[in-house]
């Protein structure tokens, strides 16, 4: 149980368009999913943390207006990254939590972004 | 900020040998560290965890170490094999329940684990 998904796993897009991530979770109802970026050889990065039904709460140095979050369901929360640069090129990974058992984060399999 | 690293950024070893990853950390009203494998490509994997009442656990082929007294965590496998080459993350849970960050993981920088047959 506990499986965390995402779509796609890869795409590629041209540099100023925008492009969304999904994050699923499959057989849990997740009240918290955070997004992390990870750049080649380095470590996971947490850019937001998002709970259903409330805005997001984003990282200092990340634009929320650029990494646009939305938590609509218990199961489904989307990254939107508007006017996408070859530097947003990079590994983003989401995980999921449930309530009542906070600590235990599960992770999807990550979206490879590649912006040219 | 706070911060998790780690001393050794690579690490070789020959099929069947044990390996010791290690991890520093700074944050010491941390009390929840885990341990995840992420392979090239895919999501962090969960591969053991440990919380700050505790100095040792144990799973299958696997073993963490927490000593509190020098905030550091190493985590241990038994009889590597090629299979565990990956990258190793610690992590941690510095926020308690009720916070607003409550659940915010720091991950450290990780080690390549190399496995060789």
């Known amino acids: 149980g506990a499986v965390v998904s995402q779509h796609p796993s890869w795409v590629i897009c041209k540099s100023g368009t925008s492009v969304k991530i999904e994050c699923r979770s499959l057989?849990?109802?997740?009240?918290?999913m955070f997004w992390y970026r990870q750049f080649p050889k380095q470590s996971l990065m947490l850019m937001a943390t998002s709970n259903e039904g409330s805005k997001a709460t984003y990282e200092q140095g990340v634009e929320k207006d650029k990494f646009l979050i939305n938590h609509a369901s218990l199961t489904l929360s989307t990254l939107t990254v508007t006017s996408a640069h070859p530097e947003d090129s990079s590994f983003y990974i989401c995980s999921a939590t449930y309530q009542g058992f906070e600590d235990e984060q599960y992770f999807g399999p990550g979206t490879r972004l590649t912006v040219t | 900020g706070e911060s998790v690293g780690l001393h050794l950024p690579t690490l070789s070893v020959q099929e069947g040998d044990n390996s010791i990853i290690n991890c520093a950390y700074s944050n010491s009203a941390s009390d929840y560290f885990i341990w995840y494998k992420q392979e090239s490509g895919k999501g962090p994997q969960f591969i053991i965890d440990i919380r700050s009442n505790m100095d040792k656990r144990q799973g299958q082929r696997v073993t963490v170490l927490l000593n509190k007294t020098v905030k550091h965590l190493s985590l241990q496998i038994a009889a590597t094999q090629p299979g565990d080459s990956a990258v190793y993350f610690c992590?941690?849970?510095?926020?308690?329940?009720?916070?607003?960050?409550?659940?915010?993981?720091?991950f450290g920088q990780g080690t390549i684990l190399t496995v060789h047959p």
């Open positions: 057989d849990f109802q997740a009240t918290t």
């Open positions: 992590a941690e849970n510095g926020e308690e329940a009720g916070g607003t960050s409550y659940g915010k993981l720091t």
